[in-house]
């Protein structure tokens, strides 16, 4: 954008726009609208002087002689290039105003991580399948062994994919499969070990399939009973449960990569000490176990009932994907007194 230069006539003792432009410095990170106003400035030499980090680009404060942008009060000065001699006893500069960037967050690949232990026990628990020896939800078919039964939505909530469970007719004593194995010649009668690959909601249920976990080893070219090959669900009087053993939580605190963000924030102070900076995540244990405590508090690796934040809350937080603090925040000058505050966030497991 061109505009009258020294040929108009003017002194330059007070500053004058001669070109100006509009830079959007964080377009292509996902904020259209920050600004960048750049003006190039001649002005006699000895009358030049920057002006405050406060100053604002209206016609009432200091916008630039000449300036074609309409008043933005919202764009705050940033300084001056530095100040080139030229002919006639002049500078030129490039004079900048920009608004406070919005705050944004972008991608960071992997970042190793380490994340608390969580209340660490043991859970075994069983499911009546409401299957029995008529069912068709025992597979028959030659390609591997499965089971398909329905749960409750509050069963369901305690099954994920990749959970495994033990088979057997009327809770946990009873053996329901038979099975030819590769290698060996006699066939076995065994609670058979499953796998769980499906979940899905059907109706007001959830629907559970599973598989043999070594059904790989099952040999297809042997009958277990006359006509059935490689294995067979016992017949059974009682309806066949799965057994569920889970472990939840964690003993032990663990290092591990997680999906990783960098978090963005800008203020505008004269004074970063007064700034407050989010801390990197750590568990705490106040003292008397009470947040409100003036006795303090000490930073722990293992969550409890009584930790801040309880075990229960924060495996609430992992089942949700939260994002938590992987470091503390730093500050960095941007542009004037306007400072970049950046976090780095990461999935909490």
């Known amino acids: 954008m061109s505009l009258p230069t020294a040929s108009s006539g003017t002194s330059f003792s007070t500053a004058t726009t001669v070109s100006a432009w509009v830079e959007y410095p964080f377009r292509d990170v996902g904020d ?3 600004k960048i106003y750049h003006h190039i400035m001649k002005q006699a030499l000895d009358d030049y002087a920057p002006l405050d980090d406060d100053d604002t680009m209206t016609a009432a404060t200091q916008k630039p002689v ?7 009060a919202n764009a705050f000065y940033i300084g001056d290039s530095p100040a080139t001699p030229i002919d006639g006893g002049l500078v030129e500069f490039d004079r900048m105003f920009s608004n406070i960037p919005a705050d944004r967050v972008e991608g960071a690949g992997l970042y190793a991580s380490t994340f608390p232990s969580n209340d660490s026990n043991a859970a075994t628990f069983a499911i009546n399948t409401n299957l029995n020896n008529t069912d068709s939800g025992k597979s028959t078919e030659p390609d591997r062994p499965e089971l398909s039964f329905l749960v409750t939505t509050a069963e369901a909530a305690n099954i994920e994919i990749g959970d495994f469970f033990i088979a057997g007719y009327g809770g946990s004593t009873n053996a329901c499969f038979t099975v030819r194995w590769l290698g ?8 058979p070990k499953m796998i769980v690959y499906y979940k899905e909601v059907e109706g007001g249920s959830v629907r559970i399939k599973a598989y043999l976990e070594t059904y790989e080893a099952v040999d297809y070219s042997r009958t277990v009973a006359a006509g059935i090959y490689g294995y067979k669900w016992t017949t059974g009087p009682l309806n066949l449960y ?10 032990n605190s663990f290092t591990e990569n997680s999906e990783s963000f960098i978090t963005y924030r800008f203020v505008k102070t004269d004074n970063i000490n007064d700034e407050k900076f989010e801390a990197k995540f750590n568990p705490l244990q106040y003292i008397n176990s009470a ?9 722990v690796d293992a969550l409890t009932a009584s930790t801040v934040p309880t075990a229960l809350e924060y495996n609430g937080m992992v089942f949700a994907q939260a994002k938590i603090n992987a470091e503390p925040e ?5 542009r004037g007194n306007i400072w970049q505050i950046i976090g780095r966030k990461v999935v909490a497991k």
């Open 32 to 34: 259209p609208d920050t």
């Open 66 to 72: 000449r300036s074609p942008f309409d008043d933005d």
């Open 184 to 191: 060996d010649p006699g066939s076995e009668i065994l609670m």
């Open 242 to 251: 799965a057994i569920f053993q889970k472990a939840i939580g964690r003993a």
């Open 291 to 299: 947040p409100d405590s003036d006795d303090g508090f000490t930073v």
């Open 330 to 334: 730093v500050a960095a000058r941007w």
